[in-house]
Structures are given as C-alpha cells and as structure tokens.
C-alpha cells in the first residue's frame, strides 16, 4: 500500500511468516513428509505395545540388594500373560545370602515376574530381576520399584530403579488373586505372593495418542497452507486450536493418572508429572499464538521449545534419578530440539 506525503512514497506491510513458510511447495511437501513420520510413528508405538516388557534369557537372577534373603521363606519366579510359568520350565541353580540364580532350558520368555513371601518373613523392599544368556553378562529386566518412562513421543518402556525401596503393597486376600489378574499382592493360604507385570498399560496410550494429533495438525497446516485463505488463519486459529487439542489430551492423562488405577491396581500420580507439565505449556502456547500477531510466532515456536524441553528433561530425572544416561538425555531432548529448530527456520525466514 503506496502513501504520498509531501512528496515522499511510503510502504505499508505487514510480516507474516507463516503465509510465507507454507507459500513455498516444498516447505508443504515437508509438512507433510512430518505427518507421514508422526503416523508411521503412531502405528509403529501401538504395534509395539504387543512386545512391551517382554524378556527372553536362559538365566535369571534375583537380587536383594537391602538384605538377606530368607530361604526358602522369600522365593521368585516369573510371569506371562498374567499368570506364574510352572516351575517345571526351569530349575534354581545357585542360592546365596543376597541372591538367587535361577536357568530355565530352553530360553524361557517372560513379561513379569512374582515375589512369593511366607507369612513369618517380611517383603524385601529393594530387589532386582536380571537376565542373562550365558551366566556372565546381566541385563535389569525388573526391580521392585519401576515406572512407565515417557521420552519425547518416542519411547514407550519401563524404568527400572535398583536405588529406591518400593513402599509397602496393599495385599487382597481375594481367592482369585492369584490366577489371571493384575493386582499388586495376593495373600492365599498365609503366602503373600507380589506380582510385577510389565505388560503394558494404559497410561502408554499417551504417546501414540499425542503423534496421531502431531500427524493430523501437521497435515491440516499443509493443506491448509496452500489454499489462499486458510494460510491466513494457520497462526491465529488453526494452530492454536490444534495445540488445545494436543494440551487437553495431556491434561487428561494426567487427571487419570491420579485417579484411576493402571491395569494392575497401581495409582501413582508422580508418573502424571511430565504429562502435567506438557500439558499447561501447550495450553500456554496455544492461547498466547490465538492473542499474538503472526509475526511473533518464532518466538512462539521457540518458548513451546524451552517448555517442551524442560519438561521431558524433568521427567527422565523423576524417573531414573541421578543414573541418567546420554542416550535418555538424546531422546529426551528430540521434541524440544525440533520446535527450536522450527523457531530459529521460521525466525530467519521473517527478516
């Protein structure tokens, strides 16, 4: 828009970097590569729900690391689909004060395991499950205290702590207890038997559910982008309602996370953290892009980044205490990483 005063020519504008982004074909094109990434992603979570905590070893090794073990009062064996494995599939090889071997021939596969205690001796309350081929080299396949670990929309397992004692289960005394369930302790015929199932459970559905709504938002915003009058409501309605959309979702999961028991009895609202957490900074970002001009959105983009990654990094903290590894912190970091990334690209691309 052309201005004439006293001689002098003016340029009235306005900077938009989100028309401008999706003007060019091949920044559509990737948006939508980023969809077909966050679907694949989705089916590929929920495809691997089916083979969460599954293990596979011809030796196992049960440890307490707080004490004694109280043979034959305090004893171990293994779980599938819910229910204890006959002891005919394997054999105890070595007991000592701490720990106890057990070889199962052939490779026995497992996806759990029980803590089987007398009424005269008490639950340890710090032990480790570990698995090996040959005898020598251990992996920690379970622990008495453990939890569902969430890393960026990629990561769907538990982790397993060997450094903190898990508190005191509440037992049933139901005559049921014992057969296809998920409670956390049964108490039958004076034997307190304590399951840990690693199956998985519904708090995982979190993270396929929130790629879908990634895939379907991206995809909206490339289609939209190239149609001359959804380009203009990409920063001011489409996104901010999309990301209400993925906000509610993690606000959701955290509130049933407090409530509801998982699928083996277990409420712990500390695993709600990162959910809580993620859901409030994308409600924050999603209403502070519906109020702000389009051409502040690199700055948008860039806080939900910070959030993103504060909030993640947070939750790998809560989850494996001071033993966090370079390669969780990797994983962890991904989804902020990539918003940053979108912040500084769309950032330049608005000078």
Not at 29 to 52: K, R, S, V
Not at 185 to 193: D, I, L, Y
Not at 332 to 339: E, F, P, R, V
Request: hydrophobic share 45%; net charge neutral.
């Amino acid at each position: 828009l052309f201005k004439r005063q006293e001689g002098c020519r003016f340029i009235v504008y306005k900077v938009l970097p989100v028309q401008y982004l999706f003007a060019n074909r091949l920044a559509r094109f990737c948006f939508l590569i980023i969809a077909a990434a966050f679907m694949t992603l989705c089916a590929f979570e929920l495809e691997g729900l089916a083979y969460a905590g599954k293990s596979r070893f011809r030796h196992y090794r049960f440890s307490n690391l707080a004490g004694e073990i109280d043979h034959p009062n305090q004893t171990f064996g293994l779980m599938k689909g819910g229910c204890p494995l006959s002891s005919e599939n394997f054999a105890f090889e070595h007991r000592s004060k701490t720990s106890t071997v057990m070889v199962a021939s052939p490779e026995l596969e497992s996806d759990g395991w029980y803590l089987e205690v007398s009424a005269a001796s008490e639950i340890p309350k710090l032990v480790t499950v570990e698995g090996s081929d040959d005898g020598e080299h251990w992996v920690l396949t379970g622990s008495s205290n453990y939890q569902f670990l969430y890393l960026s929309n990629a990561n769907l397992g538990w982790a397993f702590r060997d450094d903190v004692a898990m508190d005191e289960p509440k037992c049933s005394t139901s005559s049921s207890c014992l057969g296809k369930t998920r409670s956390k302790c049964c108490v039958v015929g004076g034997v307190k038997r304590v399951h840990f199932d690693h199956r998985w459970t519904w708090p995982m559905l979190l993270s396929p559910l929130i790629n879908l709504e990634m895939a379907v938002l991206a995809a909206v915003a490339a289609i939209a982008g190239g149609t001359e009058d959804l380009a203009g409501k990409l920063a001011s309605e489409i996104s901010p309602v999309g990301l209400g959309v993925i906000s509610s979702t993690y606000l959701l999961f955290g509130l049933l996370w407090c409530n509801i028991p998982d699928s083996f009895g277990s409420i712990d609202p500390r695993q709600s953290t990162v959910s809580w957490m993620l859901g409030l900074s994308t409600g924050l970002v999603a209403y502070r892009s519906s109020r702000l001009p389009e051409h502040r959105f690199p700055d948008i983009l860039l806080l939900h980044g910070l959030l993103v990654e504060a909030a993640h990094l947070a939750g790998l903290v809560l989850a494996r205490g001071a033993r966090v590894g370079a390669g969780d912190v990797l994983k962890a970091s991904l989804h902020g990483a990539a918003l940053l990334a979108a912040g500084v690209v769309s950032m330049v691309l608005s000078r």
